[in-house]
Antibody, heavy 116, light 112 residues
């Protein structure tokens, strides 16, 4: 059974930083593209970033480019999202997902709140 | 960037009756490899999203066959043949043909 478990969310003031983690099991992590998708309270879905199997290829949505960094550790079956210079509009539930030309399996999400 | 537009945004349905959601993209979603990477997702209240359909019409693992997808190019449709109570939630289309990936606004399905 595929399992994705996010952690690292919390409350942070504007300008602060957080590092999200996602532990993966039930599939061959090193062979999979992985993504981070976020959902602001009461809003729709936004795919924030994606990374290929060995971490050599990464894409970011314009609103986070230069502030967020996606990475992975295939030895630990883990995906990360380093979020710097956080803004109020980054407040959202962040989901980790295994990607197969679209998010195929999703975690339960971790809430990030940016507020003073 | 590709823009995905869904309609309707709200869909009251009667149990046992069919339902249909439309999704249009601002550009063709045909990839250079010949595939069309159009997905449909369901998000039940309080839950994470779940992929229902990939590449226009392929059902995901464990997805009931009352869900079907169709379309081509820029026009796509998700159909539920007979709506059940557990189908209540928000449905999103999403293109994965080009970056940035884009979701539609979502269609809220509720029981009349």
């Amino acid at each position: 059974e595929v399992q994705l478990v996010e952690s690292g969310g919390g409350s942070v003031p504007p300008g602060g930083s957080l590092r999200l983690s996602c532990g993966a099991s039930g599939f061959t992590f090193r062979n999979s593209w992985m993504t981070w998708v976020r959902q602001a309270p009461g809003r729709g879905l936004e795919l924030v970033s994606i990374i290929n199997q060995d971490g050599s290829d990464k894409y970011y949505v314009d609103s986070v480019r230069g502030r967020f960094t996606i990475s992975r550790d295939n030895a630990k079956n883990s995906l990360y999202l380093q979020m710097n210079s956080l803004r109020a509009e980054d407040t959202a539930v962040y989901y980790c997902a295994k990607d197969s030309w679209g998010p195929e399996y999703w975690g339960q999400g971790t809430l990030v709140t940016v507020s003073s | 960037d590709v823009v995905m537009t869904q309609s309707p945004l709200s869909l009251p349905v009667t149990l046992g009756q069919p339902a249909s959601i439309s999704c249009r993209s601002s550009q063709s979603l045909v990839h250079s490899d010949g595939n069309t990477y159009l997905n449909w997702f369901q998000q039940r209240p309080g839950q994470s999203p779940r992929r229902l359909i990939y590449k226009i019409s392929n059902r995901g693992s464990g997805v009931p066959d009352r869900f079907s997808g169709s379309g081509s190019g820029t026009d796509f449709t998700l159909r539920i043949s007979r709506v059940e109570a557990e189908d209540v939630g928000v449905y999103y289309c999403m293109q994965a043909t080009q970056w940035p990936r884009a979701f539609g606004q979502g269609t809220k399905v509720e029981i009349k």
